[in-house]
Structures are given as structure tokens and as C-alpha cells.
């Protein structure tokens, strides 16, 4: 592996630094265990809350779940329970997120501890059987092994009995969570139903969801690592028909990005394009508003 590609994925972005908690961290124990289990007793994912942790989030706290930097995310943490962040909080005093929140705290975790890491948006084919749900993970190089790898640090004991989870969640094989580039190929080329791919409980699927997969993993690979609700650019709308110049365009997003190691430089030229790059602005489609990052 290039070492300028790691050393890129070693170091922080605007979004996963750590900040003013960089001296707090140096409590945490640095494996790759011990870091998913703490991220995993720091956030609650809200929409299961009550059914699986029995915690409610009250509704002044239901608005955590739009926080995107990692160094606001351990604000709230800490005002919701100033202890380390070694100790296990009980799951009403934890974040409230989503896959995108738990990903995102790993691979501050990991950067700030010098192991390169990048979130991945894509789909995972353990939630529903048969279908392919929207999901964040993250992916770690394992030096020893000379590879990435991996981890889905949403899925602590609960989820995966919930889930009868037949996998290592520190090590998900790739037919087990398709990153978006990957999905996009099996929907165009390998004769896939793209409806199989999306939220099916809000009912939110289809080719045009896979594209904008597409572009948030494009972002989180130049190290832009937004909300999963996050639209900007050539984002299409939700049941929108692809037209060929579309096409086209997120043909070329998924080649790249299915192995973004060896098109490196095209990864970061693709991302400069107007219609591609992260502007100041962009839409938070569960609010329906326009917010500044």
C-alpha cells in the first residue's frame, strides 16, 4: 500500500478530529476491541432505544442525531455524562445516533491514534433478509494483514442477537456490507433489482438512492464525512428517473471508488467537480432545511 494513501487516512478531517478531547483520549486503551466496545457504550441508536436498551430519548434530546463533528459529538457525551470515556454509560445517558455517529467516533478513535481509517456509506445485507438497508461502516488498514477491513461498530452484543448476526463485526466481509460503488455495479451490471436497495421502512429505494450513496462515499473517502440524510449537488431526488448524462456521471463515481486505493488521484479530482464537491451549505432532508456545515 502507497504510503501517502495511508498516511492521507491517518490524519484527521474537519469532521472526525477530536479537538479540545485529544487529552481525554489518551485514557483510552488503543485496541481495536476495546475502541469498538467503547464507541458502542457512548451512542444509542435512537429509532431502538426503547425496544432494545429500554432508554427513552426525551424530545429535547432528539435533535443529537444532526450533530456532525466528532468534537461536538464528545461535548454532548460529556454533558450527558461527565465521567471518562472509558466508563460504560447506562444507554439513556448515551448519544443518540445512527450508523453514520458510530462510525464516525471509530474512526476519530483510530486517526487520532495513527491507524488510517475512512468511513464507508453503502449497504448492509444482515438488517432485512433479501434486501440491502442503508449503512455506514468503518474501514481500517490492518497493518499485519496488509488490508482493509471492516467493522461495524453499531453492532454491539444486543444488535447482533437481535440480528442472529452470523458474522465478525470487527471483520465483515464484503458481500456482508456492499459500499455504495459496489452496489451501484451489481444494480447496472449484474441485473439486481436496485429496489432491493434503500430504507425499506420509510420506503425510500431505488437506483437513485444507490446514486446517492454513491456521492456521500465519494466525500468520505476525500475525507467530507457528512450525515446520511446530508443532499447536495447532483444528489437526484427521492423515485427521480436517471438520465444518461447521469448515468454516466455515477458510473464513473462507482468505478473509482469500488477500489479507491488505485485510483487515488482520480478519487480526489472526481471530488472537485461542482456537481460532486461539498459545498457550505447543504440540505438536511430529515429537517427539510438548508444548514451550514
Known amino acids: 500500500m502507497d504510503r501517502h494513501i495511508l498516511e492521507f487516512y491517518s490524519r484527521s478531517s474537519e469532521m472526525s478530529t477530536v479537538g479540545r478531547h485529544l487529552a481525554t483520549l ?26 432494545f436498551y429500554r432508554a427513552e430519548i426525551p424530545e429535547e434530546r432528539q435533535d443529537e442525531i444532526h ?44 486517526r ?28 481500517y488498514w490492518n497493518a499485519d494483514q ?34 455504495a460503488g459496489d ?30 450513496d454513491l456521492m456521500r462515499d465519494l466525500a468520505a473517502l476525500n475525507k467530507v464525512e457528512l450525515l446520511p440524510w446530508d443532499v447536495w449537488g447532483a444528489q437526484p431526488g427521492p423515485d427521480e428517473q436517471l438520465d ?7 458510473d464513473r463515481i462507482a468505478a473509482l471508488t469500488r477500489d479507491p486505493d488505485a485510483s487515488f488521484d482520480e478519487v480526489r479530482e472526481l471530488f472537485a467537480d461542482q456537481r460532486l464537491h461539498v459545498p457550505q451549505k447543504v440540505f438536511n432532508s430529515l429537517r427539510q432545511r438548508t444548514e451550514q456545515l
Open 146 to 179: 496488509e488490508r482493509w477491513v471492516l467493522v461495524d461498530a453499531q453492532l454491539d452484543e444486543v444488535w447482533q442477537a437481535k440480528l442472529s448476526f452470523p458474522h465478525d463485526n470487527l471483520d465483515v466481509p464484503r458481500d456482508a456490507f456492499l459500499v
Open 67 to 110: 450533530i456532525r463533528p466528532v468534537e461536538r459529538k464528545l461535548d454532548q457525551i460529556l454533558a450527558l455524562d461527565h465521567r471518562p470515556l472509558t466508563v460504560e454509560r447506562p444507554p439513556g445517558r448515551r448519544l443518540a445516533g445512527r450508523c453514520h455517529h458510530y462510525t464516525l467516533l471509530l474512526v476519530a478513535l483510530l
Open 244 to 250: 444518461d448524462e447521469q448515468l454516466t456521471l455515477f
Open 26 to 51: 489518551d485514557r483510552l486503551p488503543s485496541d481495536l476491541d476495546t475502541l469498538v466496545r467503547t464507541v458502542q457504550h457512548l451512542v444509542v441508536y435512537d429509532a431502538v432505544a426503547g425496544d
Open 112 to 139: 487520532a491514534n495513527g491507524v488510517p481509517a475512512r468511513a464507508r456509506c453503502g449497504f448492509g445485507a444482515y438488517f432485512i433478509p433479501g434486501r440491502f438497508e442503508d449503512h455506514w461502516v468503518c474501514e
Open 183 to 212: 452496489a451501484w455495479q451489481r444494480c447496472r451490471a449484474e441485473g439486481v433489482d436496485p429496489e432491493l436497495f434503500g430504507i425499506g421502512l420509510a420506503n425510500l429505494r431505488g437506483l437513485w438512492f444507490v446514486a446517492g
